[in-house]
């Protein structure tokens, strides 16, 4: 059974870091796409980054140059470090991962078939 666990979220201001981490289980599950989401209060999901088996990264224009996806494939583990935070990122962020496919669509949450529980990020003025 596949399983998503999320951490890393937090209430911070405005301007500051944090980084989430993603450990994904059984190993399978972690070696394929993946990628981080994020749901605000009333809003659609959004895709932030995804990242393919090869290590090809993409992300959403409101994320580029302040986010950094990434993984470790010895520890089953995704991560999005995020930098520069404005309140507008406030949001409940997800991990997905798209197996059984190696490469993603963009920041689509079309392949994505499994999901984690989530992990809140709030960012105030």
């Known amino acids: 059974q596949v399983r998503l666990v999320e951490s890393g979220g937090g209430s911070l201001q405005a301007g500051g870091s944090l980084r989430l981490t993603c450990v994904a289980s059984?190993?399978?599950?972690?070696?394929?796409?993946m990628g981080w989401f994020r749901q605000a209060p009333g809003m659609l999901r959004e895709g932030v980054a995804t990242?393919?088996?090869?290590?090809?990264?993409v992300y959403a224009d409101s994320v580029k140059g302040r986010f950094t996806i990434s993984r470790d494939h010895a520890k089953n583990t995704l991560y999005l470090q995020m930098s520069s935070l404005k309140p507008e990122d406030t949001a409940m962020y997800y991990c997905?991962?798209?197996?059984?496919?190696?490469?993603?669509?963009?920041?689509?949450?079309?392949?994505?078939?499994?999901w984690g529980q989530g992990t809140q990020v709030t960012v105030s003025s």
């Open positions: 990242i393919n088996s090869n290590g090809n990264t």
């Open positions: 997905a991962t798209a197996f059984p496919y190696n490469m993603c669509n963009g920041v689509s949450s079309g392949p994505f078939a499994f």
């Open positions: 059984p190993y399978t599950y972690s070696t394929r796409c």
